[in-house]
Structures are given as C-alpha cells and as structure tokens.
C-alpha cells in the first residue's frame, strides 16, 4: 500500500520509483530555496566556525 | 493515566516523525550539494534536528527537547547532549525553512493532527488532573520547565 503511485499521479507515472525520484526532486527544490537564502544573506563560514572554538579549548 | 495522554503524545510525535521521514533524503542532498559530502556526513544528524525543530516536530527548547529524543530515540543520554550541544553552537549557520513551510503544506498537515479525546480519560482525582496538565503542558511547550 505505501509503495503505490497516489490515484491522481497514476497516469504521470509508469512506476511508483518514477513518483519517488519525482517526490524527492521536488523537495529538492523546495528545501534548497532556504539554503540559496542563507547564502544571499552571507553565509557564514561553519568550519572556520568550528576550528576557531575547537582551537580555543 | 499520566503514562496514558503520555504515549498519546508519543504517538503523535511518532507519526509526525514518519511523516517528516520523506524529507529527510531530500534535506540531505541538498546539504551534499551545498556543502560537500564530508561536510554532510559530519553534521548530517544537526541539519536534521534543524529541519525537525524548524517544523515544530521537535520543541525548540533546549529541556523539551532532550526529552523528546530521550523518549524517541535509542540515543544514549551523552549522544543526546552532544548533539544538542552541537545544534545549539551551530544554530547560526543552519538555514530557516519559515519561509518555505507553506509550500510544503506544513500549516495544513498540522490541521489534521488528531487531538486527545477527553473522553478517553478516566475519571482522576485533582491532584492528578494537575499533574496531567502539568506534564502536557511541558510535552506541548507551554511549559519550559518541569517540576
């Protein structure tokens, strides 16, 4: 049951690994539209971060 | 009873950790793509427990949350604190999906979110009912600490 292309994606689709991959790049997309925002707004660098504090221990 | 609306609660995170579970691939990718795969095999469990944090699944508050994976997950106590430990230091660098929760229908998954049905209580002294309050209250985030 939870490996079947939903009834209005049926006709999309040939395989429900098809749907899969489409799902998965769809939240692709959707999720890196925070990242490209974090990268406008200047991302900070984490492992610059990350050795400064570790080198301070 | 207190165990009782406690599981229930646990059920609820539950299911909405399996609902989340089809972001989590995804989530990664990105972070692989952005960042390199070293960068994601190190911290991959820190974005995770942004993105879940950032759709409200997990509390974000430090006391709630160790809670919550201490009763969700099979981490030990100091993996737990590690990795809160972690999210809290590295908060600053991780992205915000604020923006993007309505796209991804955050506001309409969470309207159908069953409720506790009050009739499914039993009949319980005031000290009790309290103590229920109480521990909901703490579970749900209306409390930020538990006495």
């Known amino acids: 049951m ?4 939903p009834k209005e994606y049926q006709s999309k689709f040939n395989s429900f690994e098809e749907f899969r991959i489409y799902n998965i790049e769809k939240a692709k997309k959707q999720l890196e539209r925070a990242f490209n925002k974090m990268e406008i707004n200047g991302n900070k660098d984490w492992e610059k971060y990350v050795k400064r504090n570790i080198s301070k221990e | 009873m207190i165990l009782m609306i406690i599981k229930k609660n646990m059920e609820n995170l539950d299911r909405d950790l399996q609902r989340e579970k089809k972001w989590i691939l995804p989530l990664l990718e990105v972070v692989k793509d ?5 960068h994601t095999q190190k911290y991959s469990q820190i974005y995770i427990l942004n993105f879940l944090i950032e759709k409200r699944v997990l509390s ?3 006391e709630r949350l160790i809670w919550q ?5 099979n981490y030990t106590t100091n993996k737990i604190m590690e990795l809160i430990d972690s999210y809290f230091l590295f908060k600053e660098f991780l992205p915000e999906f604020n923006d993007i929760l309505k796209d991804i229908n955050y506001e309409k998954e969470e309207d159908t979110l069953p409720t506790i049905n009050i009739e499914d209580i039993d009949d319980v002294s005031d000290e009790d009912m309290e103590q229920i309050i109480r521990d909901l209250e703490y579970a749900t985030g209306e409390r930020d600490t538990y006495e």
Do not use: A, H
């Open chain 1, 2 to 5: 939870e490996n079947q292309i």
């Open chain 2, 34 to 38: 952005k960042k390199g795969l070293k």
């Open chain 2, 60 to 62: 974000d508050s430090r």
């Open chain 2, 69 to 73: 994976l201490k009763n969700n997950t």
